[in-house]
């Protein structure tokens, strides 16, 4: 049996090379050792079987040039290299039977034509090609050296052991492609592939790559590999209707040969939403600039051409090679293709040298001069390491031995050290161009325009939300909530700003910085309350000059001098408290402000009842009662109790939990509000209420007092400085509490200057008008006519018709104590000489000898 099938396999290849011995066209040349060479010198092949199109002759070109320079470096010394090149047509079965020359199994054919057998194989480009040659090669352990098949199944070395490359695999393409796609933030995609192996794996690795970075594929078209194949219309309509129809995908990736770009050009372009795109082309076809029929189209139509082509080389030498093709007449005699090309048979007889040589030229692959070259160099590293560095039987050289060598090869180019790795790869890197228009029938690289290829995009203030059901390119976007934000696209979590020093709105890109406000004292509304507290630090020691210079008149000693002045230092006090309301709020004066503002304004109101205390007492005609007020009546203690207990509120808050400053950040949006926070509020609702506490009983005791004498009678004065202070508190505390903001303190100023402005005006203002201005009525003889007159209307129950000794209101507008007791009626009498004389004890008249003098007289 099987013998059986040895027989129709020797059988069929006899077959096939007889029947196409006449036809096949193949270069050659002599020498010791003979590399095969398999090039898509013409691109495809037709109908019934011709290939046509030439493509790729300078490649064939190239291996030819790099195989003369080492002969003619003599590094191999007496060794000479010979080639023998055949074309594949970018066809399989061409390929295969083109290559059977290369074989032992064909020893016929070498016998008949004098050829020693082939050691190794450059070619071929395309990657289905290489894998069934590899096969066919690989019977006879014959080494392929590919320049451009890339398919990453060509590096399992279990299937394919006799196959090499100078190129790097598709999977360093795939991720090629995926660096381009994130430089440019395209995620929406479509892929335009062959299907063999070349296009299934670049595909595959592609996909691979693109989950890891969420790059999504709209669409995978795979066109038929072969372009006789009778579905290759349909497929190319089907794809062009991708292209056109899904409109939000600007970028397309393509895995095809030139001629697949071809057709897909010529049909794509005719539809208006096929314009304008953008191509990443792989190697195959990426410098291939006639796939667009510039004829008809140019770049503009077609929109931008990304090209990842393999590593360049340099240029110049091979066209310096092909410039001298005139003067070497010899090189293409055993040369059909290139014969056939300059002698117009491809080309067109009326076409001159000089102008085929240049289109030639034109066919040059910078890439492919590199990757050919280093196969040669790697070739000829291999022959010096068997038959130079050591001795070797050229005649009985194996194919496989020549390839286990070639493998662990270390082979120069330009001064750069190669070798191949343990998948026989050489990972040489790629090269990124941009297809650039020049003129109608001229493309070259460039690339400007901003492309947008996403299924979804969140610009900078939104984050991802995913949608069920959809690729993970595919998404909703909503907007950062406050105080969130997202600097960047396509953001998965808006990042959260540091609240207690920034702030961001609803879809805010960044986080501003929160402005620190405070009430400053540049401040207008700071600044009128700072003069208005000026002022009564002024005028408060306005009055203080006057009642001192006018210390023994009667109405300086009827408000109970040193009383007074102890009152007026108390106002000096509360005037001065309100400097520390304002400004950038330190914790000692969080905590300064309010005490010294509660122990001052304490000692005002106490020195106040005290004066009410000795007004009622004074006029008092009760000896029980007045006995009674008497033992009560002691200024000097009671001023220091009232004041004791706000010592002891305030030294309970400071110890507890004091007054501090605080950085308010929740209050207002953009501001970051310095304020002293109370900490402890009961107590600073205490210290308030105590003061609070001391102004009603001094109410009730002035309202007592509303109808003793005119010059004596302050009680409507103090009634009224006290309801103003109660009223102006309890309208500050709701309104304290619910106000925010840096005017929140200057709130407290405003109160606390109506509280002081209230006593100083009502209790002192009017006794200096009657000071400078009525001195008439500051006499001794007036305040004893007064208080006869209120005498004697006591004694017949007049209450309300005794004369008033002193007509003027301002008399009535303070009340505070004097350390001298004060009897205008010491018992009750019937008479009214009984009522006068306890007049002349009073501390009007006490050591005031002049006027008691004046009096007797």
């Given amino acids: 049996m099987e013998q059986f099938f040895r027989f129709w396999f020797f059988l069929a290849i006899f077959s096939l090379q007889v029947f196409c011995s006449e036809a096949l066209q193949e270069a050659k040349s002599p020498g010791d050792i003979i590399i095969g060479g398999l090039f898509p010198i013409h691109e495809s092949v037709d109908d019934n079987g011709l290939c046509n199109s030439v493509a790729r002759l300078a490649q064939s070109l190239m291996m030819v040039r790099a195989i003369e320079e080492i002969n003619q470096s003599g590094e191999l010394g007496n060794i000479t290299l010979g080639y023998h090149i055949v074309d594949s047509c970018g066809d399989i079965t061409t390929a295969l039977r083109n290559t059977l020359p290369f074989m032992k199994i064909n020893g016929d054919y070498r016998e008949q034509h004098l050829t020693p057998p082939v050691m190794a194989v450059i070619g071929d480009y395309y990657s289905e090609i290489s894998v069934a040659v590899t096969r066919q090669l690989n019977l006879e352990k014959i080494p392929e050296i590919s320049y451009g098949s890339t398919s990453g199944l060509l590096s399992d070395k279990t299937r394919f052991p006799s196959f090499l490359r100078t190129v790097p695999e598709d999977d360093h393409q795939a991720k090629a492609v995926i660096e381009i796609l994130k430089d440019h933030n395209w995620n929406w995609v479509g892929i335009v592939a062959t299907d063999g192996e070349y296009g299934r794996y670049a595909v595959e690795r592609l996909r691979h790559h693109a989950e890891r970075h969420d790059i999504c594929f709209a669409y995978i078209k795979f066109l038929p590999e072969f372009l006789v194949d009778n579905n290759l219309k349909d497929s190319i309509n089907e794809a062009v209707k991708s292209i056109t129809e899904n409109t939000n995908v600007s970028v397309i990736v393509s895995f095809t040969k030139p001629n697949h770009m071809m057709y897909i050009f010529d049909n794509v372009l005719k539809h208006h939403r096929g314009r304008n795109k953008v191509w990443i082309a792989s190697d195959t076809w990426s410098q291939s600039v006639n796939c667009l029929d510039t004829t008809r189209w140019n770049l503009k139509d077609v929109g931008t051409i990304f090209g990842i082509t393999l590593k360049s080389g340099n240029t110049s030498r091979f066209e310096q090679f092909l410039r001298n093709l005139d003067n070497r007449p010899d090189l293409y005699q055993n040369n059909s293709f290139l014969s056939d090309f300059l002698n117009g048979t491809v080309s067109g007889s009326n076409t001159s040298l000089d102008t085929k040589i240049t289109q030639l030229i034109n066919m040059i692959y910078p890439y492919a001069v590199f990757s050919i070259e280093l196969a040669v160099k790697a070739i000829a590293e291999a022959v010096k390491d068997l038959c130079i560095n050591q001795e070797c039987d050229i005649a009985t050289l194996q194919p496989e031995k020549f390839r286990d060598v070639l493998k662990t090869a270390n082979f120069y180019l330009d001064g750069k050290k190669y070798s191949f790795d343990k998948k026989s790869n050489l990972n040489s890197g790629y090269d990124i161009v941009l297809w650039r228009y020049n003129s109608p029938n001229t493309l070259d690289m460039n690339y400007e325009k901003k492309v947008r290829s996403r299924c979804s995009t969140c610009y900078p203030g939104e984050w991802k939300v995913r949608k069920a059901g959809q690729p993970i390119c595919c998404y909703e976007c909503k907007k950062c909530p406050v105080n969130y934000y997202s600097a960047d696209k396509d953001a998965s979590l808006c990042l959260a700003c540091e609240n207690t020093t920034h702030y961001s709105f609803e879809g805010s890109q960044n986080c501003t910085k929160k402005r620190i406000d405070y009430l400053e004292w540049d401040d207008v509304y700071h600044i009128v309350l700072l003069a208005f507290a000026a002022l009564g630090v002024l005028l408060t020691l306005v ?50 402000r309010q005490v010294l503002f509660g122990l001052s304004f304490t000692l005002s109101v106490s020195c106040i009842l005290v004066r009410s205390f000795r007004i009622i007492m004074a006029f008092e005609f009760d000896p029980v009662t007045q006995g009674i007020l008497e033992k009560l009546y002691k200024p000097y203690l009671i001023i220091p109790l009232c004041m004791a207990g706000q010592v002891l509120i305030c030294t309970v808050w400071l110890a507890y939990r004091p007054p501090v400053f605080q950085e308010d950040s929740k209050s207002f949006v953009k501001l970051l509000l310095l304020k002293c926070h109370e900490n402890l509020f009961p107590a600073f609702g205490a210290m308030l209420a105590y003061i609070g506490f001391l102004a009603i009983i001094c109410f009730i005791l002035a309202f007592k007092g509303r109808k003793l004498p005119e010059c004596y009678n302050e009680s409507k004065f103090i009634t009224f400085s006290m309801l103003i202070y109660i009223i102006t508190w309890i309208i500050f505390g709701p309104v304290y509490m619910n106000v925010t903001g840096k005017y929140n303190s200057a709130i407290e100023m405003a109160v606390i200057l109506i509280s002081a402005y209230s006593v100083l005006f009502c209790l002192f203002f009017t006794k200096c008008y009657i000071i400078l201005f009525k001195a008439e009525e500051n006499t001794v003889n007036v305040f004893r006519n007064t208080v006869r007159n209120f005498s004697m209307g006591k004694d017949r129950n007049l209450d309300k018709n005794y004369p008033s000794g002193i007509q003027n209101s301002a008399l009535s507008m303070e009340s505070l104590s004097s350390p001298e007791p004060l009897h205008p009626v010491a018992e009750r009498h019937e008479s009214i000489n009984s009522v006068v004389k306890p007049f002349f004890q009073s501390p009007v008249l006490d050591k005031q000898p002049p006027l008691l003098q004046d009096e007797a007289q």
């Avoid at 006018?550 to 509360?574: D, E, Q």
């Avoid at 408290?577 to 950038?584: A, D, L, N, R």
């Fill in 543 to 592: 009055v203080a000059v006057i009642f001192l210079a006018r210390w023994n008149t009667p109405v300086v000693r009827s408000s109970v001098g040193p009383i007074a002045i102890l009152l007026l230092l108390s106002l000096l006090s509360t005037f001065g408290s309100v400097v520390f309301f304002g400004g950038q709020p330190k914790d000692w004066q969080c905590q300064t």
